[in-house]
């Protein structure tokens, strides 16, 4: 990677995992429009790396007397996003919108709906990263947090509610709600693909004698006081059910007669993308051998099928003698 390319990519991780810290603080008022700022800047700065590390040039033709100017955020997204109707684009232009339009408004909470496209642009961000850098943010910030926190009780904060129209000017709830609607719509017109563009934010709750089949488990707290949400793990043979042999297996399954690999290229592509480092990829207990989800196999053909020489490329990077020991697992 160029050293602009790495500093850019640095610069984006930090103005994403900034807009995740403002958006899971509902004490600031203003953080709808600090994520909104945060965000599109943390995506310009990973584009304008992607397209470095493409070949491409990130600075338009500079005018005599006149300073130097990098590409614009539109102009970022129209290259690497060629379709107009990519979900992964109308969310960020879409929060553009929101960026442009927000500074002019006054709104002291974050609707519903608004809440939503945020939650489907910040599940984007890590995929984007991981899949055009091989870089994972699992090891920089919880992976809870890019569930993000939204006022309880959607209800209470619909512009349809008498508290809310009191709040705002006029002006800003016909605008907000409009806008609210071109999400719903846009969303639906993309079909099963919406949820890269927008995720509805619903509270469902189920009640269940065996609080350790459950992935959250809600208490009452002591005397009474306000409830505690305890997430509860899941199991790794769920998350992560293969072995290594029954990764081989499957990419090669997956890949067909195109490719063949073994167990030496798995270990190849663990040294060379530090793949114990992922929990997304990896999990090993104390006791027992290394563990590998779907993902992983689905990472690793995807790879593969973008460069045929992704295999060949990894025995290279990994550097590893075959027959002699391995140090690390």
Known sequence: MKRLAKNLTENSIEAFIHAIETINRPSVKYRMESFCFLFCNAWELLM????LNDGSKIFYKKKRKQPRRSLSLDDCLNRIFTSESDPVKLNIKTVQELRKNA??????????????????????YPKALQDWFGVSLSNRIPLGMM???????PAQHSLDHAKMKRRLPPETVRWLTEFQQGIRNQAASLGRVGNQFYIPITLQLAMTKKPD???IVLSSGIEGKE??????PKSPDKTHPYRQK???ELVNQKLGRTLTINSFDILCIKKAYNIVSKPEFHYKSKFATPQYSPQFVDWIVKQATKNPDFFTHTRRKANIIPGKKKTYS
């Not at 408004?105 to 984007?124: R, T």
């Open 213 to 215: 089949k459950a992935d």
């Open 227 to 232: 409830a505690l949400i305890v997430e509860v």
């Open 48 to 51: 304008k790396a992607k397209l």
């Open 246 to 248: 029954e990764v081989v």
């Open 147 to 153: 569930s993000l926190v939204y006022d309880f009780d």
């Open 103 to 124: 500074i002019h408004l006054v709104i002291p909470f974050i609707p519903v709906d608004i809440m939503g496209l945020f939650q489907a642009g910040v599940l984007n």
